[in-house]
Structure formats: structure tokens, C-alpha cells
């Protein structure tokens, strides 16, 4: 199993940058996909969680309203869209898989990870 996430790199605050994330090696479609993040001497943070069809999304409070989760089952990639981002977003950006029918920020679910892409936003 591959999850390789890349789009990563540096923009101004407030502006916008899309990562993805896609996946080898499994059923894809079986699984619900989510996005952690890691600042410099933080715990991995949940950042947003879709689930199998897309139809259900979460997010952490730190960022609803300014982060969108979405995926495409025939390409097996999950997105996430960031919109007015701030110096506090910067951080390393992980996907990660779930075969579990729901979305959740509990990272103890997840079984798979990718290798994570770096997002920093200056100010």
C-alpha cells in the first residue's frame, strides 16, 4: 500500500494551496480517507476526514470554514483544498486511510499513512 501525498510548498498568508494524496495498493473506494498535520514540536493534529462515498466530511476546529476534504474514487486520491492560510497552518501534511465506514479524527484507526508533504505558509 502507497499513499503519496504531494502539492506541498510555500505561500503568502492568505493565500490558497491544494494537496493530494494518492493512493496504490488497495481498495480505495472501501476506505475512508483522512489529512493529519504535524507542526514543528506539535502532535500530529487531525486536520479533515471524508468518508468512503464523500458524502460525509469532518474537520478540526482549527480549520472549518477554510479547508475542504474531497476525493475521486476512479483516480484513488483524496484532496485537500486550503483557502486563507495562516503562518499557524505550516506544518507537514499526512494522508491517511481508515477501512472503516466513518470519518473520524481519532489517528488509532487509521491503518495506513503516507510519508506527508511540507506546507508553509510565510507572513
Known amino acids: 500500500v502507497q499513499l503519496q501525498a504531494s502539492g506541498g510548498g510555500l505561500v503568502q498568508a492568505g493565500g490558497s494551496l491544494r494537496v493530494s494524496c494518492a493512493a496504490s495498493g488497495l481498495p480505495f473506494s472501501l476506505y475512508s480517507m483522512g489529512w493529519f498535520r504535524r507542526a514543528p514540536g506539535k502532535d500530529r493534529e487531525f486536520v479533515a476526514a471524508i468518508s468512503r462515498s464523500g458524502g460525509s466530511t469532518d474537520y478540526g476546529d482549527s480549520v472549518k470554514g477554510r479547508f475542504t476534504i474531497s476525493r475521486d474514487n476512479a483516480k484513488k486520491t483524496v484532496y485537500l483544498q486550503m483557502n486563507s492560510l495562516k503562518p499557524e497552518d505550516t506544518a507537514v501534511y499526512y494522508c491517511?486511510?481508515?477501512?472503516?465506514?466513518?470519518?473520524?479524527?481519532?489517528?488509532?484507526?487509521?491503518?495506513?499513512w503516507g510519508q506527508g508533504t511540507l506546507v508553509t505558509v510565510s507572513s
Open positions: 491517511a486511510a481508515d477501512p472503516s465506514a466513518f470519518v473520524t479524527g481519532s489517528k488509532s484507526v487509521y491503518v495506513y
